[in-house]
């Protein structure tokens, strides 16, 4: 193998290496390739799950699994999904009882 095409072949494979490396330091990672504009209902959804973006990820992510066990990637920028998120995260409040307040006793024992 020439010189040259020795300094060819190193250079292709530092162009791929240096590839990888941006597209994996640029957030493209994400869980979600392709996105639902929407759910048939809410009554539908089994569990809702919220990632926030990260250095791996650089965009918020929503994962809902349905009862049928289909999960899906919802976009968060959509109405349709930010009313969807309101009212479930609604639900989830209202059915959600305060912790009782807790009183201290004062203790009377001496030492």
């Known amino acids: 193998m020439s010189g040259i ?5 190193l250079l292709a494979v530092m162009v791929c290496i ?22 048939g209902s809410k009554n539908d959804v089994q569990d809702v799950q919220v990632y926030p973006a990260t250095i791996f990820c650089d965009k918020a992510e929503i994962v809902v699994t349905l009862n049928s066990g ?12 930010q009313r969807l998120m309101a009212s479930i995260i609604k639900q989830k409040t209202s059915t959600t009882t305060r912790p009782t307040e807790l009183t201290s006793s004062t203790n009377t024992a001496r030492t």
């Open 5 to 9: 095409m020795k300094v060819f072949l």
């Open 18 to 39: 240096a590839k990888a490396q941006i597209d994996h330091t640029s957030g493209k990672q994400c869980l979600c390739q392709r996105f639902r504009k929407g759910i």
């Open 70 to 81: 289909l999960r899906y990637c919802l976009n968060p920028k959509l109405k349709a999904v």
